[in-house]
């Protein structure tokens, strides 16, 4: 028996205000032969929460990265999605850097940074 119902999460509507779809990228030729990388959706309206972290900042000469920029959390299992995948809120492309699961395989966790 899990330790929370999933029901629970459907009465909360507003514990994921946001809607957020997972890209994956199709490959396919030019005529020229040369490979290009399509974006294409994988899943779409995956309700979800995002909020910013403390992140982690790394600085080279060449500039500084931020790491680790925001977390997504998707209403669902989503054991299919990648680290070579991107997610898209509100317009906005954020790099997947790894995909987390709950104990109970309830929600799906992303720490995410933004594509600039």
């Known amino acids: ?26 490959v396919t030729q030019s005529t020229s032969g040369r490979e290009i990388l399509t974006p ?14 403390a992140g982690k900042e790394i600085k080279k000469p060449d500039g500084t990265y931020t790491i680790g920029s925001h977390v ?3 209403d669902d299992y989503y054991s ?20 987390e699961f709950d104990a109970e395989d309830i929600t799906t966790r992303l720490p995410v940074q933004v594509v600039t």
Do not use: G
């Not at 028996?1 to 199709?26: E, G, H, N, W, Y």
């Not at 899943?43 to 910013?52: G, K, L, S, V």
């Open 80 to 99: 299919t999605i990648t680290t070579k995948m991107t997610a898209v809120i509100n317009s906005i492309t954020y790099d997947i850097l790894a995909v």
């Open 40 to 53: 294409a959706d994988f899943i779409t309206d995956i309700p979800c929460r995002i909020a910013p972290t």
């Open 1 to 26: 028996m899990p330790l929370i119902d999933p029901r629970l999460t459907t009465k909360l509507a507003d514990f994921f205000p946001q809607s957020c779809t997972i890209k994956t990228s199709v």
């Open 72 to 74: 997504i959390v998707l």
